[in-house]
């Protein structure tokens, strides 16, 4: 079919929509889903390598507390960043840079031979990881329709929690052949390598080059693939009909009727990446404090990612066909009392696996719903600043949660006392939820209907 109007506009999101998804959106979600399984990979390695480390320096219990929270403290400023610099320059250069910076950085720790050194790397590792995360998160919503877009979303999103379970296999498997470098290695070359995989193949932002305006040539290089049936005669434009928003883009993540949604998102962010941190850091410790060998240790904290793999799938199942924040709501409940029951299982594989599966299914598999809702409740032009910014208040909660886990381990605190502690933010964040969910204008945006739509 021709569109042979000269004077026609087509509005890129709607014809998005119309359109079965093609090879190529698929292609663009594999190339994300490939970013954020590196991002998972790196961003637990540390975690994986804690037991053999303290060990082998001879660390104090709780010593690596600060390295975890710096590693976490650069994401946080990388998602902060990369956000708002993705929604000015382009959300695939974003990526690719911060894709090739954390790539190097991973190579640079195999030279970490004390705390400090190692917190160094872990900071600037960080920074890399954090920036490219809500870009993987925006670049897949933007490119997926609206009827499925939640669910395409939290698929791409498992990567990260396949890279952060295959990081443990892979842990276990190479500690004690070739030493805890060998995980750094692993996790330098695969994302250089990857970096320039996207160089050649992954699109910039269709909306986003829609809402500039000057960039109908691309566009349409674009569509060729998206919709291959149709072509577009004489001086056609190409158009995003929504929000060109200028300035600060921050201030209008407030604007506009979101103040109220950004808040409790970030309330839920914060709340649950706490959670999920605290586990994810502190998990291979407590296992093997517990008596279990290291590498099964290892192996049951890898868990967390899988039921997070499996929550996502029936999560946005359930997200597309219900109240997606009340899905979430029953979610972190659910994780919250999980979190608690984990701190009775003691050395029992036989509780320690349905209950790390579980929580990892509700932890997990609610930040990937969070992720897709948030990028969906901002329009194109503020798309990455917001879930940027959710992701960095988040990443103040998952500083928080090892930290201050280090802090309490090193008073010597009852396991039992240190989980239930954990399963309070979980509540907490179930109680935004509800917020959020009794809100007609966020529900509606999370659906996609105002905002991007």
């Known amino acids: 079919m021709e569109i042979d109007n000269r004077t026609a506009f087509v509005d890129v999101a709607e014809l998005i929509d119309q359109q079965p998804v093609t090879r190529f959106q698929i292609r663009v979600i594999a190339l994300c889903a490939g970013v954020v399984f590196m991002d998972g990979f790196d961003t637990q390695a540390i975690g994986y390598v804690a037991p053999t480390l303290g060990k082998l320096w001879n660390l104090k219990p709780g010593a690596l507390g600060p ?26 250069r974003v990526i690719i840079l911060s894709t090739l910076a954390f790539g190097l950085c991973s190579l640079l720790t195999v030279t970490a031979d004390s705390l400090n050194s190692l917190l160094l790397w872990r900071l600037a590792t960080g920074l890399g990881l954090g920036g490219a995360m809500p870009n993987a998160i925006a670049l897949t919503s933007e490119y997926s329709p609206q009827r499925s877009r939640a669910t395409l979303v939290m698929i791409m999103f498992c990567g990260f929690s396949l890279g952060s379970a295959l990081g443990g296999v892979f842990a276990a498997r190479l500690i004690p052949s070739f030493g805890w470098t060998a995980v750094f290695w692993l996790g330098g070359i695969l994302p250089i390598a990857l970096s320039l995989l996207l160089i050649l193949a992954l699109p910039e932002s269709i909306r986003l080059l829609a809402l500039r305006g000057s960039e109908d040539r691309r566009i349409r290089t674009i569509l060729a693939h ?61 296992i093997s404090n517990a008596g279990i060998a290291v590498e099964i240790a290892v192996i049951i ?33 659910v994780a919250g009392l999980l979190i608690a029951a ?55 909660g998952s500083i928080i949660g090892p930290v201050v886990g280090g802090i309490i381990l090193s008073l010597h605190w009852q396991t039992m006392s240190l989980f239930l502690i954990g399963a309070l933010p979980a509540f907490c964040a179930a109680a935004a939820a509800l917020v959020m969910a009794r809100q007609p204008t966020e529900r509606a945006a999370a659906h996609g209907v105002t905002g991007d739509d």
């Open 67 to 92: 390295v975890f929270g710096a590693g976490l403290f650069g994401l946080m400023l990388g998602a902060l960043i990369g956000g708002p610099l993705a929604d000015r320059i382009g959300r695939k």
């Open 226 to 286: 998206i919709a291959p049936a149709l072509s577009f005669a004489g001086e056609t434009r190409f158009v995003a009909r929504e929000e060109r928003l200028s300035g600060f883009t921050v201030r209008h993540l407030f604007g506009g009727g979101r103040a109220l949604g950004t808040a409790l998102l970030w309330v839920m962010f914060f709340m649950n990446l706490l959670d999920l941190y605290f586990l994810a850091n502190w998990l291979p410790t407590l």
């Open 301 to 333: 904290t890898t868990l967390l990612q899988i039921g997070g793999v499996a929550g996502a799938v029936s999560l946005g199942w359930l997200i597309d066909r219900h109240s997606p924040f009340l899905v979430l709501a029953a979610a972190y409940l």
């Open 342 to 396: 984990i701190g009775t299982s003691g050395a029992s594989l036989a509780l320690l696996i349905p209950t790390v599966f579980g929580a990892g299914f509700c932890i997990v598999g609610a930040q990937i719903g969070a992720n897709a809702l948030s990028a969906s409740f901002y329009p194109t032009a503020i798309r990455s600043t917001g879930v940027g910014w959710a992701l960095g208040i988040g990443r103040i």
